[in-house]
């Protein structure tokens, strides 16, 4: 049996080479590039997820930070992790051009107390060689 474990969302890293744009310095400067090209995008993701649950198809993929053994890269599911992180903690958008993002962050998150994922686990993916989060994740009580 594949062994399973429980991290935290805090706990993932947003990839700072993200296809999407070129490479970050930092993960603050990741998040807020992710803001500026998805905006209302990630909100709706947020929503969907809030409202449905996390896709149990849609895997997240990562691999242990170099840097830091307890953190995780994101590899794919950036969009995802960010919305999530973004529902957790609207004050991450401080851009006055993005306000109103971030009081539709702040008011799902005030919606959906109960329902906020905190922890997503981990299994290890033996085709791919990383470890792959199971987006059918573990959410506040």
Known sequence: MARVESIKLTDLLVNTENYRFETISGQKEAIDKMIENQEEKLYNLAEHIVKNGPNPNDKIQVVASSHDKSKYIVLEGNRRIIALKLLENPELIDNPKYLYLKRKFKRLNAESS?????????TPDVN??????SHAATCLA
């Open 114 to 122: 109960g329902k906020l994922v905190n922890d997503i686990e981990l």
């Open 128 to 133: 791919s060689g990383h470890e792959t989060l």
